[in-house]
């Protein structure tokens, strides 16, 4: 494993890379950072060079000013990619990261070869009045955490986002570390923000995309439903992988089997 710093405006991004093989980015939601997703990065580093980054704000990437928009961290990603290689990478961007993948592959779709788009944090993507029914629920998950800290809105946030509680045995700890709730905080209180204000026309959009979610995510999170509703505006159908909105985490073996089986398929 290798890691270091890139320099992007208004910030410095941690970043690692693991492996041999084709270049596969994965862009981690909530307060994941570049060793959340170990369990899987292990699993494809046989087969793949893995790159995974903790996103401004996070862990080991400074910022110089607070708060970033979804197309900043898209700009992010560019800038990173463009450090590492001239050539398109695989993306497998979970909710946040797809969200932000969605920007790169319309922005700069010379770096994706494909990407994987899992459960989009993307209210844009619901029709108006749906849309606006979770941007308000979105709001008082927030408005209660600056109110009462991270305690009382754990629950919700699993709730909301369709996070489930079942697991694979053996998974590497994850501990409520002042350094991962420093990055809860950091995503609720402004990537919430960047959420509610994002926007994206996907008109025109070259880049290969798989609309993905969770088998075990309920139908009715507006994650799942944004998975739904780019798939639709895609003309295509939406890729099942195991586990809910966090099962890249949750069922890294599983998981990993079945990426496999759809980049060999998209291949």
């Known amino acids: 494993m290798t890691a270091d710093i890139v320099r992007v405006p208004g910030a410095d991004l941690y970043y690692e890379t693991r492996g041999t093989g084709p270049l596969l980015l994965i862009s981690q939601s909530g307060e994941g950072d570049a060793g959340r997703t170990v369990d899987l ?82 209210p844009w993507l619901l029709p108006p009045a749906e849309r606006a029914a979770h941007l308000a629920e979105l709001e008082q998950l927030r408005a209660r955490y600056l109110e009462d800290g991270l305690p009382a809105v754990l629950g919700e946030v699993r709730r909301v986002l369709g996070i489930t509680g079942d697991a694979e045995p053996g998974l590497a700890p994850q501990p409520m570390t002042p350094q991962r709730q420093a990055n809860f905080d950091f995503f609720i209180r402004h990537d919430f923000a960047a959420v509610a204000r994002d926007d994206l026309d996907l008109g025109g959009c070259r880049t290969a995309i798989l609309p993905a979610a969770g088998r075990t995510t309920p139908h009715t999170v507006f994650d799942r439903r944004c998975a739904a509703e780019l798939a639709k505006l895609l003309g295509t159908e939406v890729v099942e992988f195991p586990g809910g909105h966090n099962g890249n985490t949750s069922h890294p073996r599983a998981y990993a089997a079945r990426l496999r089986e759809v980049l060999q398929a998209a291949a």
């Open 41 to 122: 990065v292990d699993l494809l580093a046989d087969t793949y060079t893995v790159i995974t980054y903790d996103r401004r704000g996070l862990s080991r990437s400074t910022v110089h000013a607070p708060g970033a928009s979804v197309r900043r961290h898209a700009d992010d990603v560019h800038r990173l990619l463009a450090h590492l290689t001239d050539q398109p990478v695989i993306m497998l961007g979970q909710s946040l990261g797809a969200s932000i993948g969605l920007h790169l592959a319309t922005e700069h779709p010379e770096q994706l070869a494909l990407l994987i788009a899992h459960e989009p944090v993307s």
